[in-house]
Every structure is written in structure tokens, then in C-alpha cells.
């Protein structure tokens, strides 16, 4: 979603993993530590053979990952101010001379708006699982050369939401145990995502230059924020799922009946603020991009995933590759799995039975429902 500008200390993760130093520190270690070497007289002669005669720097933002070109600015600045004179301002201090000098009079606290999207994407990609994938085709190879046998491609998950028992509606384990620091991490990064949204639009309204690019960065963050959204609220779903177990121990079909249905409106609200993410993403990214779709000018798309390369763009035809783990993740089964037991359940109870079906896979619709109360109806 971003590129890892300002690192994520590795006591934040999920994953715990070293931080790194930021793409700014690297290229310049990287420009630095390479000429040196190159024009070294202390250099073995076997080592100085081996050295290029530099000339420059060539800095690249490849966006066949999916990320927007409108975030590689800061790289695209500080990478060539390094390479055209090495007395430059440290890496430090280079980003605050690019953020006055992209967006001009009025911007504030743009290191703070920088270190927050970085961190947010980090905590985007470390809060699911990553693993060997059944929804796409086997990598025959890379750059390096051919796998054999082809290597699974990755995907990320999330743990299923368990599905209660059909008598007594009895949990199989405790989801919410088992996820309690992904939704701890949740609840500290929607704090933070809260002071990004208001940073950006802050700025919004008073940037000098490059606006559009402030656009683009406030339709990452709703990205975000679905995301750490999604998360709590699989964890209020477990919540009245645990509220229907209660109520049915104790016999009281109703009021077993109104928190699996609370489970489940809560899953359709999931759905729909994950497809208003990313069509107010498409609408904002649309501005400077052709659309992705499948057909266009008597053309159409072959969608067929690359077998060598594995970059998200190529998962999906239009732009939903923003949000494709969610729609791996198995939660439009999940529904239908609760919605048969729950009708059971008030078959046997003389209540009635549910008719909606959650459309997991459905991307097309916006809002069109207020976020479901945690509240038990009476």
C-alpha cells in the first residue's frame, strides 16, 4: 500500500521481525557505500575489477506491485538529491526539504503524515497470516531460475470464525483467545489511523502543490482503516455468537436468535464498508489511471495469472485486488453455514426462519446499512 518510508518497530508487529532503516536510509547507504568502494585506492585490484565506473544514480518505483505511483514522490526526491551531490543533507533531514518543497505553503506536519501511512501499511500487511495458496496457480519459476517442483504461490487468511453447533449452539473453540493480539493491534492502529485521516485532511485544504496526491493518500488510509475495521468486527461477530451460546443455555431461544442474527448483519456490514473502501480507492485512483476493466476497444482481458511473477495487480481484472484476501477469506460460507443452523434452531423453537444471504463476493454496492448495535434487542 506504501512504501516502508518510516519502519514499523518490530515490538508493534503481529509478526515480530527487525524494522530495517526506511527506503530513504537505504538509498542513501546504498549511494554512499557504492561510490566509496568504487573509487577506494585501498581496494584489493581483484575487488576494484569487479567495480563499475559510476556515473550516476538511476532510481526506480516499480508499481506492478499495486502500489500508487503517486507514494514513490519522497524516493523519486531524496534518491537523486544523494547521487547528484554526496554532501547532500543527511536522511534526516532530506524528507523535510521534499515535503516544503511538493507541497509548498500551508503544509503541516507532514513527517508525522509520512510516518503514519508507512506504519499503517505495515500493520495492513503484518495483521493477516500469510501461507501457500489454493486459490491461485503454482509458480513454475523466477528470474533465477525454473522450480522444480513449482513452488505454491502466497496468499493471506485470517483463522475462520468458528460456526456454533446445531442443538445447543455450542462453540468449537475461542476465536477471540486465539486472535486477542491482532485485535489488541487493531485497536491501537485505529487510534493512530484516526490522527492520519485528520492530517490529510487537514492538509488538504491548505497544501500549496500536489493535492491529488493527498487524495490518493486519504484512499490508502480508508484502506487501512477497513482493515483494522474488519478485524473488530469479526471480533464482535465471536462476541454474539459467545452471546447465542449463553442465551441458548439458558433456554432462551429469542434472544439466541436476535445475537446470530446480530452476528450476521454485523458480516454484511463488513461487506459493505469493504466494497466502500474501494470504490471511493477506484474513483480517487481512476483521476490518473486508465480503468482497469475487462473489456475495452474491441480488446478483451486474457485473466490468467502469471505463473512466474507474483504480483497482486494480476489477481484480479479491475481494481478489487486491493481487498482480494478479503474476498479468499471464507466468510460468505461462514454465513451460510450459521444462517442453516439458525433456522434449524428456530424451526425447532417455533421462531422465524431467515431468508437474507450474505453476498460475500459481491463488490459492486456501497452502503446501505447502519453499523449493527452491540446491543441484545428485548
Known amino acids: 500500500m506504501f512504501p516502508d518510508y518510516y ?18 536510509q537505504e538509498m542513501t547507504d546504498s549511494i554512499s557505500f557504492t561510490s566509496h568502494a568504487a573509487l577506494s585506492s585501498v581496494q ?27 507514494t514513490f ?12 551531490r554526496e554532501d547532500s543533507p543527511s536522511s534526516e533531514e532530506l524528507p523535510s526539504s521534499f515535503y516544503s518543497l511538493f507541497y509548498g505553503l500551508g503544509a503541516t506536519d507532514m513527517g508525522r503524515l509520512y510516518q503514519l501511512m508507512s506504519q499503517q501499511a505495515r500493520i495492513w500487511e503484518d495483521s493477516w497470516e500469510t501461507g ?4 491461485r496457480t503454482l509458480i513454475f519459476g523466477n528470474s533465477y531460475g525454473v522450480f522444480n517442483p513449482p513452488h505454491f504461490a502466497d496468499d493471506q487468511y485470517l483463522p475462520p470464525l468458528p ?39 487537514a492538509n488538504l485544504t491548505k497544501v500549496q502543490f500536489n493535492r491529488y496526491n493527498l487524495e490518493v493518500y486519504l484512499s490508502i488510509a480508508h484502506l487501512y482503516r477497513q ?22 443455555a439458558q433456554n432462551n431461544a429469542p434472544r439466541a436468535i436476535s445475537a446470530l442474527d446480530r452476528a450476521l448483519a454485523i458480516a454484511e456490514n463488513i461487506r459493505q464498508a469493504r466494497n466502500q473502501a474501494l470504490n471511493d480507492a477506484t474513483a480517487t485512483w481512476y483521476k490518473s489511471w486508465f ?18 511473477k507474483d504480483h497482486q495487480p494480476v489477481r484480479t481484472v479491475d481494481l478489487s485486488y486491493l481487498v482480494y484476501r478479503e474476498l479468499l477469506y471464507p466468510l460468505g460460507a461462514w454465513a451460510s ?42
Open 132 to 135: 501457500a495458496s489454493s486459490a
Open 337 to 378: 453455514q450459521v444462517t442453516v443452523i439458525r433456522n434449524q434452531y428456530a424451526q425447532e423453537h417455533q421462531l422465524p426462519a431467515r431468508a437474507e444471504v450474505l453476498n460475500w463476493k459481491d463488490t459492486s454496492s456501497g452502503v446501505s446499512a447502519g453499523r449493527t448495535p452491540d446491543d441484545e434487542e428485548e
Open 7 to 24: 519502519p514499523l518497530p518490530s515490538g508493534e508487529r503481529l509478526h515480530p521481525r527487525p524494522a530495517g532503516e526506511g527506503r530513504v
Open 44 to 70: 584489493p585490484a581483484a575487488a576494484k575489477a569487479d567495480q563499475a565506473d559510476l556515473m550516476g544514480v538511476f532510481i526506480a518505483g516499480w508499481a506492478d506491485p499495486g502500489v500508487h505511483p503517486e
Open 291 to 308: 480503468p482497469r476493466v475487462a473489456e475495452a476497444n474491441g480488446r478483451t482481458v486474457l485473466d490468467k495469472v502469471d505463473d512466474v
Open 73 to 84: 514522490w519522497l524516493g523519486y526526491a531524496t534518491g537523486p538529491a544523494r547521487g547528484w
Open 163 to 201: 460456526v456454533p453447533s446445531p442443538e445447543v449452539l455450542r462453540l468449537p473453540y475461542d476465536w477471540k483467545a486465539q486472535n486477542q493480539k491482532r485485535l489488541d493491534l487493531a485497536d491501537r492502529f485505529m487510534a493512530q489511523n484516526d490522527e492520519l485521516i485528520n492530517l490529510i485532511n
Open 227 to 248: 482493515n483494522l475495521t474488519m478485524l473488530r468486527e469479526l471480533g464482535r461477530i465471536v462476541d454474539a455468537l459467545g452471546a447465542a451460546q449463553s442465551s441458548a
